[in-house]
């Protein structure tokens, strides 16, 4: 069997040609989320739970898991806790996630706690996905 001589240079062109229809149809990747951890923290009045503000701005719409853990000096120990929330957010909106954590022994108190935050954000459609990881000191109040 003879193939004729443009055969290569036509199945060349239809492979250029579908790789560059395939890369403009691909969505553009996801921009990662602006994350900030609020100043102040919120104490139940038993000190067994404590709500962290953690602020998302997103710049397109996606879904958000925030999960944070908190340890202060509480007299001779350590309170500390952990937890977790979910959240959505639009395209150019701005998201206040509040993560409920729960002593695990000793009650957190007014004043300041060490405390570590990650996000991930991710679009449903893409699967694209994002995390930050946050710390500082956190001020708890009553």
């Known amino acids: 069997m ?20 395939t890369a ?3 969505p553009a990747n996801a921009a990662a ?4 951890l609020a100043d102040t923290g919120l104490l139940r009045d038993d000190g067994q739970t404590a709500l962290l503000e953690i602020v998302v701005t997103c710049a397109t719409s996606g879904n958000l898991n925030a999960s944070a853990a908190i340890q202060q000096p509480s ?10 929330t979910l959240g959505q957010c639009s395209a ?6 509040f993560v409920p954590v729960e002593s695990d022994y000793a009650a ?3 004043g300041p706690a060490s405390v570590r935050a990650r996000v991930s954000f991710y679009t449903p459609n893409t699967w694209e996905s994002h995390y930050e990881e946050l710390s ?7």
């Open 2 to 21: 003879h193939f004729p001589t443009y055969l290569p240079r036509v199945l060349t062109l239809v492979l250029a040609l579908t790789l560059a229809l």
């Open 75 to 84: 007299g001779r120990s350590v309170a500390s806790g952990s937890g977790w």
């Open 136 to 142: 500082g000191t956190v001020r708890m109040n009553k």
């Open 33 to 36: 989320p602006d994350v900030t």
């Open 92 to 97: 150019d909106d701005t998201v206040h996630l």
């Open 108 to 110: 957190f108190k007014s």
């Open 24 to 26: 403009a149809a691909a």
